[in-house]
């Protein structure tokens, strides 16, 4: 038995937010068709699809998907990582027309990617992260193979790959002349190869970051095609500082050049960059980042001589102070001065750990004191923790600038889907780092949200157990609170089998729990820690056997008679002692501890309550320990016969079942009723549960009707009406919720084995 907690809504008006913001427009929209169906198959691909005899899949739909489709069904693969030897299969033959491919992160042979994707009219592939079975010179040769690819192929990345597995020396990419765009960032890649990519003749962008070349000269031979050139990081680069702005003049339809520094690597060419006055006339974007000793006067002074300037990289740099450089105007700026600069840096950097974090560091500080909700920054924000799971200092950074953006009622006004978004990668944080205590802290204060605990899907198990054993490990009085508020939310979305997983740490808890009534008892202290425990641990033993029997273990019975002993006249603690009591009198091998005489004579002047909630409860009690019978009464027999009695004659006095009660009462299943309605020696007891089954039927029938129907427990209530010596009053209320689940029947139809039924019966 659960009681779904009311939650007064004493929070403010949502505050303030973009209504017209993209990341609010695209977030709160529901998935396109496209992303629902792309999910649906992506999630049981082989179901899909038929094994061919090398065991690799082949979808069973003979129609072509667009290339549209493909494109995007590939992305999703990949973004999941579900790309291997089996699933590309689906993209050999012509049942797939790929044209933008991405296979990041693929764990592929050379000869399924082969087989996969070189037949494809690809015009852009990006391979970066590949397993290492896989080189670059695999995948080179693989797309020379297919002469369309040769001449169209425009943009290629291999990041994070190796050249060669046998032959690091090997040549081969003159046979992609189409080529206009290469990224090879990360790979032990040489001047050699800068010798061959400098002589591709359509060749415009090129990134070679961290790579090993010592020597840039080799790109004055496409000085005249080269308009993006990103060089971060060159750490073999033997060149002297004027050296390489001798090459990087001679570069003169450079649009775009990246010389950024995000490992510390304290090189000057930056800044002397800056005071070179004859340099790159057509510059239109310069990122110098990380870099030293660059100075707000030199970046303005260089922009102001460019007047097709749109970028300028300062993150983690001493400049970006001035107004002209604030990034408010047409000059974007990445930086950590303000809002603008740090969201900017968020979008370019968000691969680059360093930067990440450091930008990170910054929001933190722009965000202490938020009052507007920024739905926009949050994804930022999801889209760097996604990007570097494993960088503690990248997720701490961001599950502190995440509880910023969502603390006090900010929430209110995130998307579902960011919000989701955010608890899924700090679980999986807390799961990667243990021992990260500040980590499990701001997961907990961002889940102390009344919002996110309610409304926001994400894996309630993961955030129980972490909850629980945040319980069982500290004690700081504050921490507790939250984590024990938590608890009594959580439980209710909990499954009673993943209840069952929680056994361990059940265990622990319900001793702490239990500890935390027992000293505000002692103190004789009502407060809100109080009233939660009490309700964690009436929503942690429903429809849990276990955690029934750890209260009974843990003296829990002789703590709650103390309880009702303390607070005589207070209704809503006796409602959650006598709720939790409940689910303990649901366990028939834990019946036989309630029988204490003090607790059954509590009970029976409980029963009498004015206030319906406690005398609801207590008979509830009192109901299922009276349906074992005789033999398993092991009190007194008078005493019994005068239960009967008063719970007959006590649940008549009460209004209908479609009265309201201040405890919103709600099941699990209402399979504990059945045995109750079976009990046709004591109508009390059937009169009990027809009245409690009624009481949640027509308040909310689409929830309980359903599951009376699909728990066949319609059959007890037939067997009741078609007894004859079923009590009048029982029914009465029998017939009640006949009528309701008739009603709720013609609505949402009726099921095909009550079809028949009634046809038999009709015959």
Not at 82 to 91: A, K, M, P, R, S
Not at 411 to 420: E, K, N, Q
Not at 502 to 529: C, F, H, P, R
Not at 565 to 587: M, R, T, W, Y
Request: charged share 20%; glycine share 4%.
């Amino acid at each position: 038995m659960v009681r779904f907690l009311h939650v007064q809504n004493r929070q403010r008006p949502p505050p303030p937010i973009c209504s017209d913001c993209p990341a609010v427009q695209a977030e709160a929209s529901p998935y396109s068709l496209l992303d629902i169906s792309l999910k649906a198959l992506t999630a049981d691909l082989e179901k899909f699809c038929t094994e061919r005899q090398d065991g690799t899949l082949c979808l069973k739909e003979s129609e072509r998907l667009p290339q549209e489709v493909a494109d995007r069904l590939l992305q999703t693969m990949a973004f999941h990582e579900l790309l291997n030897d089996g699933t590309v299969g689906i993209f050999r033959g012509n049942q797939m027309r790929l044209k933008q491919a991405c296979i990041r992160k693929a764990k592929i042979s050379a000869l399924s990617f082969r087989k996969a994707f070189c037949h494809h009219k690809l015009v852009e592939l990006d391979a970066t992260g590949m397993n290492a079975d896989i080189s670059i010179t695999d995948i080179v040769s693989g797309l020379g193979s297919n002469k369309w690819i040769q001449q169209n192929l425009q943009c290629l990345v291999l990041d994070s790959l190796r050249l060669s597995l046998t032959n690091p020396y090997e040549r081969c990419f003159n046979r992609l002349s189409g080529l206009r765009a290469l990224s090879i960032t990360n790979v032990r890649f040489h001047n050699e190869d800068l010798v061959e990519i400098a002589s591709l003749p359509r060749l415009e962008s090129l990134d070679i970051s961290n790579t090993s070349v010592t020597d840039i000269t080799p790109l004055l031979a496409c000085k005249d095609r080269l308009k993006s050139l990103s060089m971060h990081y060159l750490k073999c680069l033997t060149m002297t500082t004027p050296q390489v702005l001798d090459v990087i003049r001679e570069l003169k339809y450079l649009n775009h050049l990246d010389i950024s520094d995000d490992q510390q690597f304290t090189s000057d060419i930056p800044v002397s960059l800056l005071e070179q006055k004859d340099i790159l006339p057509h510059l239109m974007s310069l990122d110098i980042s990380g870099s030293k000793y660059i100075t707000d006067e030199a970046v303005e002074a260089f922009v102001k001589q460019r007047p097709s300037m749109q970028f300028v990289g300062l993150l983690a740099t001493d400049a970006g102070y001035s107004e002209f450089l604030s990034g408010e105007g047409n000059l974007k700026v990445s930086g950590g001065a303000n809002e603008i600069q740090i969201s900017e840096a968020l979008k370019r950097y968000s691969e680059r750990s360093y930067f990440v974090k450091e930008a990170f560091f910054r929001l933190f500080t722009q965000t202490c004191f938020m009052r507007i909700t920024k739905p926009e920054i949050l994804k930022l924000v999801i889209i760097g923790m996604r990007n570097h799971p494993l960088d503690l200092a990248v997720q701490l950074t961001a599950s502190a600038c995440s509880l910023n953006l969502t603390r006090q009622g900010l929430s209110a006004g995130m998307p579902v889907r960011l919000l989701s978004d955010v608890i899924h990668l700090l679980l999986k944080a807390v799961e990667n780092f243990p021992e990260q205590q500040q980590l499990q802290k701001n997961c907990l204060l961002l889940l102390s949200s009344v919002r996110i605990l309610q409304d926001v899907p994400f894996n309630r198990f993961e955030a129980a157990k972490l909850v629980m054993q945040w319980l069982c490990n500290h004690e700081n009085q504050n921490m507790q609170r939250m984590a024990v508020n938590i608890s009594s939310i959580l439980a209710l979305k909990l499954s009673s089998e993943q209840t069952a997983q929680l056994s361990a740490e059940l265990y622990i808890v319900v001793g702490e729990l239990l500890e935390i009534v027992e000293q505000k008892t002692n103190l004789n202290e009502v407060d809100t820690t109080f009233m939660f425990t009490l309700s964690a641990l009436w929503n942690l033993t429903d429809e849990s056997p276990t955690t029934c029997r750890h209260f009974i273990d843990n003296q829990g019975l002789e703590l709650f008679m103390r309880v009702l002993e303390c607070f005589p006249s207070d209704s809503a603690i006796q409602h959650k002692v006598l709720g939790l009591l409940n689910n303990v009198a649901e366990v028939r091998e834990l019946q036989s501890k309630l029988m204490w005489k003090d607790f059954i004579d509590c009970l029976s002047e409980l029963l009498c309550s004015a206030e319906i909630e406690v005398s609801f409860f207590s008979a509830g009690i009192i109901a299922n320990l009276l349906s074992r019978g005789e033999q398993a009464w092991t009190l007194s027999q008078t005493q019994r016969k005068s239960l009967i009695e008063q719970l007959h004659s006590t649940v008549l006095k009460w209004p209908t079942p479609k009265c309201k009660m201040v405890a919103l009462v709600a099941y699990r299943s209402l399979s504990p009723f059945y045995p109750l309605l079976d009990c046709f020696t004591i109508s009390g007891v059937q009169l009990w549960a027809v009245w409690a089954m009624q009481h949640v039927c027509c308040k909310t029938p689409a929830r309980y009707c359903s599951m009376l129907i699909e728990e066949s427990g319609l059959q007890h209530l037939y067997d009741i009406k078609e007894n004859n010596q079923s009590d009048p009053d029982v029914l009465r209320i029998n017939s009640e919720i006949l009528d309701t689940v008739e009603t709720h029947m013609m609505y949402y139809g009726r099921p095909k084995y009550l079809k028949k039924s009634q046809t038999k019966s009709n015959g």
